[in-house]
């Protein structure tokens, strides 16, 4: 062989660069999975928020025990279509889904019992917690509100469609079906015991199968109505 020896390194052009490694997609797939169920499920704790707080759980004692199934209903806010019949404290009374009528408490027919009257754009649940166990209604011809309690017996009933139509009248513990044909919700409700206690939200934890806990006659009374739900 003739001519010099190549020295080391000089054998041939230089290798051409290594192309950059490409990144991984892997980090970026799960991460936008986490992303997404963790926006799902923000999302449901929301939605399951706002129709658990539709109804109060007060009533069914403290709210950690997970077997208490005790509701109280809503009772918002109303008008009443009457004819501008001036109640007083006192008056029992119940109301149709266009009328209401002024009754003897004594009678069959007695549902409710006002206990205070106070300027409409006051409200009831600024004295006590009538929005909880009680009911309350305006009547903005005379621009006043009744605040007021249940008043049927132990083992009487009651038709109660106060998330719609305000409807409270006292029902045949048979009439497992709506009384008034413009209150298709309305239900019927027995009062299965009438009990005193210091502290609403736990007066009837003792009763079984109870759906709703009202005021008994007033707040003041320190007694509390228990209800349960007939025909489902």
């Not at 290798?15 to 980090?27: A, D």
């Not at 003897?104 to 409200?123: F, G, H, M, R, Y």
């Not at 939200?201 to 009763?207: F, G, L, Q």
């Amino acid at each position: 062989m003739t001519g010099p020896y190549q020295q080391p390194g000089s054998w041939g052009p230089p290798p051409p660069p290594m192309p950059p490694p490409r990144k991984s997609q892997t980090g970026a797939i799960v991460g936008t999975v986490v992303g997404v169920v963790l926006m799902l499920g923000l999302g449901t704790w929301a939605v399951i928020g706002i129709i658990s707080s539709r109804h109060s759980t007060e009533a069914g004692g403290t709210g950690t025990s997970t077997t208490k199934t005790t509701r109280t209903t809503t009772r918002p806010p109303r008008t009443t279509n009457t004819s501008s019949v001036r109640f007083a404290v006192n008056d029992c009374v119940w109301l149709d889904v266009k009328t209401s009528e002024r009754v003897s408490c004594t009678s069959d027919k007695a549902a409710l019992q006002i206990n205070l009257v106070i300027p409409q754009q006051d409200k009831c649940a600024d004295t006590d917690a009538y929005d909880s166990y009680g009911d309350g209604w305006y009547d903005g011809k005379l621009a006043l509100r009744y605040c007021a309690s249940l008043s049927v017996p132990k083992g009487q009933c009651v038709q109660l469609d106060l998330d719609d139509t305000g409807f409270v009248e006292r029902a045949s513990c048979s009439a497992t079906k709506p009384l008034a044909a413009g209150a298709p919700n309305a239900k019927t409700y027995q009062v299965t015991d009438v009990v005193s206690s210091a502290d609403a939200k736990t007066a009837c934890d003792k009763v079984p199968a109870t759906d709703d806990v009202w005021f008994y006659q007033s707040p003041k009374s320190g007694q509390f109505a228990c209800l349960k739900q007939l025909g489902g």
